[in-house]
């Protein structure tokens, strides 16, 4: 397990962007995958993308196009950029990671993630 700790959550009106960052505890190696989810009030977790210590991405349908998501292993930093946001987006982000497996397999699972930040709120209004 890592510690990780999110920052960049806030408010915005919808067509806005926000920068989601995820610091990884120092002196930490990089994890073989790390993600991020969100959890929508009364719902459960939901994968929203994943990076590979090796850069390649995987994004959920509803992320394509509008959130990046890069990682920086000098640093141990992960971030997620979202652009063009809805009130659809609106939720608790979190930050996770991984070492027994990259995000090929089971890319969204939260149950096969071992470590979790505390969670960044979200809130686009219309």
């Known amino acids: 397990h890592v510690h990780l700790e999110e920052s960049g959550g806030g408010s915005v009106q919808s067509g806005g962007s926000l920068r989601l960052s995820c610091e990884v505890a120092?002196?930490?190696?990089?994890?073989?995958?790390m993600g991020w989810f969100r959890q929508l009030p009364g719902a459960g977790r939901e994968g929203v993308a994943a990076?590979?210590?090796?850069?390649?991405?995987y994004y959920a349908g509803f992320a394509k196009g509008r959130f990046t998501i890069t990682r920086d292993n000098v640093k141990n930093t992960l971030d997620l950029q979202m652009n063009r946001l809805t009130p659809a987006d609106t939720a608790m982000y979190y930050c996770a990671a991984r070492d027994s497996l990259m995000c090929q397999t089971a890319s969204f699972t939260p149950a096969m993630y071992t470590s979790w930040g505390q969670g960044t709120q979200v809130t686009i209004s219309s």
């Open positions: 120092k002196n930490s190696f990089p994890s073989f995958c």
């Open positions: 990076v590979d210590k090796d850069g390649t991405t």
